[in-house]
């Protein structure tokens, strides 16, 4: 498994990230374990969590997700192998201060996720959403905070636009507070707005980005065909993710993505998933996708679409099919 800068900073990481957002919901903890143990010895080092995790948040299974991760890790005996992201602001507990950016939730979540994760800090602590409910200069400052208290090493924001973005970065130059070190946000073939002004404000200023949603839930894996109906269950009848990503045009749209996966597939040599890997990796701004599985041996295809190339024309072709997404 390649390895990466971490954008500017000096931390070093896996070029896929593991996502682990089922741990604890649809994933039991012998099954998170597996894919755990799957992903250390493919060398994917970056475990991508959260305090809110997991899956449905309407679940309110808030802290389980890190609690199996914090197991595995003093099962295994391998924290320093690996590189820890997590997150706050999502609500992680029923109280009126358990959500949010004040310095009062902040500095807490921090405690509690170190608590579960069994660490002593956090490589990578992200805001995971602009929404914190605070003023963005007391919520930075309390992330200051946590980082010169060696509580985390390393500051990101989540799912920031590009004019949130650039409001943050004055507010910390402005206050001489610890600099942004990555960004995650939903970046695919089936969500490509990034591109337009996020990314290039990125690559200005050095700040790795770690895209999740690499797959599309799972409809750029091959799994899913125009001539079927989606089964229940899925994602795109839940919640947030129905108001997001249903309707009968958008899954039109994403079955032409689909379909451009899977015929470039078949001409390279490549399955749909590795198509969509080595697309996103083909991105120069793109640090390292987080990729989520359900089983443990449908990892061993991802990581080997690290060392695949796309030809310019496939690239060509998958840009072009995917091109209504990057205005969306």
């Not at 198509?275 to 990892?299: I, M, N």
Request: glycine content about 8%; hydrophobic content about 40%.
């Amino acid at each position: 498994m390649d390895i990466i800068r971490l954008g500017r900073s000096g931390l070093r990481v896996s070029r896929l990230c593991l996502g682990t957002m089922l741990f604890g919901s649809e994933r039991s903890e012998a099954e998170s374990w597996g894919i755990l143990d799957e992903a250390r010895a493919l060398g994917i080092t970056m475990f991508d969590t959260a305090d809110a995790y997991p899956f449905p948040l309407e679940a309110k299974l808030w802290g389980r997700t890190e609690t199996y991760i914090g197991s595995w890790l003093r099962s295994r005996r391998c924290r320093e192998e690996v590189v820890i992201a997590s997150k706050c602001v999502n609500r992680s507990g029923p109280g009126h201060n358990d959500y949010g950016g004040s310095r009062k939730h902040i500095l807490e979540a921090c405690e509690a996720s170190l608590r579960r994760l069994g660490v002593e800090a956090i490589d990578l602590y992200y805001l995971h959403n602009p929404r914190t409910d605070a003023e963005m200069e007391e919520t930075l400052a309390a992330l200051d905070h946590v980082i010169r208290k060696g509580k985390a090493h390393y500051v990101g924001l989540s799912n920031f636009e590009p004019w949130q973005l650039a409001l943050a970065m004055e507010i910390i130059g402005t206050e001489r507070l610890v600099p942004i070190s990555a960004l995650t946000c939903r970046y695919t073939l089936l969500h490509r707005a990034p591109e337009r002004e996020l990314f290039p404000l990125a690559a200005a200023k050095g700040f790795a980005v770690v895209p999740y949603w690499s797959l599309g839930a799972g409809m750029l894996t091959g799994r899913h065909s125009r001539a079927s109906q989606l089964p229940p269950g899925l994602r795109f009848d839940r919640g947030e993710w129905a108001e997001r990503h249903s309707g009968p045009a958008w899954v039109e749209k994403v079955f032409d993505v689909a379909e451009a996966t899977q015929s470039i597939g078949e001409a390279e040599g490549m399955k749909p998933a590795q198509v969509t890997v080595a697309w996103l990796l083909s991105r120069p701004t793109v640090t390292s996708p987080v990729v989520g599985v359900s089983r443990p041996d449908q990892l061993k295809p991802l990581a080997e679409a690290v060392d695949m190339k796309l030809s310019a024309e496939s690239i060509e072709h998958l840009e072009r099919v995917s091109e209504p997404f990057l205005w969306r």
